[in-house]
């Protein structure tokens, strides 16, 4: 742990052919989270007999849609690991299409709930914010336009202060790189329409700001132009965050007079 506030960790017990199979997981990050690369560990051990070629599989799948589906700042370092380890104790050996099936989907709950922690504990953030983009003609449309989103300076920033912008918003998509139809996109935050065919929606404003007077939201935006979707975790950008990471030099000082760090 060096700037988390809480330790990360998750267990769980599934079975498989008549016998119970285990899978425990650790994590740690806070700061510099950005999906590909970023300062977060993860090891995760399981009890499941499943080959290196199966194995590695289920990892990139789990992490396609939980470790790179994250962010808290936009940046981006250079020690991003996820490390899963199988030994086989449980006497389950993985052969069979549903056997390899609930494994993987075990394994990506396991990565999900981790890196959703991750999240949660972000540096000196205040909410926990989930930014689901529906209606992409392509894959990369709806990734482009959720992760333009979730790393938006003004639409945190607006977060933190309790603002449910969606012109923020809007303007994010707009500028995220695939082609898009302002005309044709809808916005729910905290499952208020916000927006309507890219116009103001009837929604009360104050209606709108008490939703997301709340630890935890989610903003949904349809680009209403095909069938894919993205989703990213995400959360606000508080004026903790810049204090705490104008002063690291110092905090890092006193974290090593108080012998906390090695």
Not at 22 to 28: E, L, P, Q, S
Not at 72 to 86: F, H, P, Q, R
Not at 139 to 162: C, F, I, Q, T
Request: hydrophobic share 40%.
């Amino acid at each position: 742990m060096t700037s988390d506030t809480k330790e990360k960790i998750i267990a769980i017990e599934f079975v498989v052919q008549g016998k119970p199979v285990r899978i425990g997981a650790c994590c740690k990050g806070a700061g510099m989270i950005n999906p590909c690369m970023a300062t977060m560990l993860c090891f995760i051990t399981t009890d499941a007999g499943v080959s290196r070629d199966v194995l590695e599989l289920c990892v990139q799948s789990g992490v396609k849609s939980s470790f790179n589906c994250i962010t808290i700042d936009g940046d981006m370092s250079t020690n991003d690991t996820v490390l899963v380890m199988a030994n086989g104790a449980s006497g389950v050996k993985l052969e069979t299409p549903e056997d390899i099936y609930a494994f993987q989907q075990a394994l990506a709950h396991v990565m999900l709930e981790l890196a959703k922690h991750i999240v949660q504990d972000g540096e000196r953030v205040t909410k926990f914010v989930t930014v689901h983009v529906t209606g992409g003609r392509t894959e990369d449309e709806a990734k482009k336009a959720a992760e333009a989103v979730a790393k938006s300076s003004l639409v945190k920033s607006s977060w933190n202060g309790n603002d449910p912008n969606w012109g923020r918003i809007i303007h994010a998509v707009g500028y995220c790189g695939a082609k898009v139809d302002e005309e044709k996109i809808d916005i729910d935050i905290a499952g208020l329409a916000a927006c309507r065919g890219g116009v103001q929606a009837d929604t009360p404003s104050d209606d709108l700001r008490q939703a997301v007077q709340v630890p935890a939201f989610q903003v949904d935006i349809n680009l209403n132009r095909g069938e894919f979707s993205h989703t990213v975790y995400t959360t606000d950008l508080s004026p903790e965050y810049v204090d705490f990471n104008r002063s690291e030099y110092a905090y890092w000082n006193q974290a090593k007079a108080d012998g906390l760090t090695c």
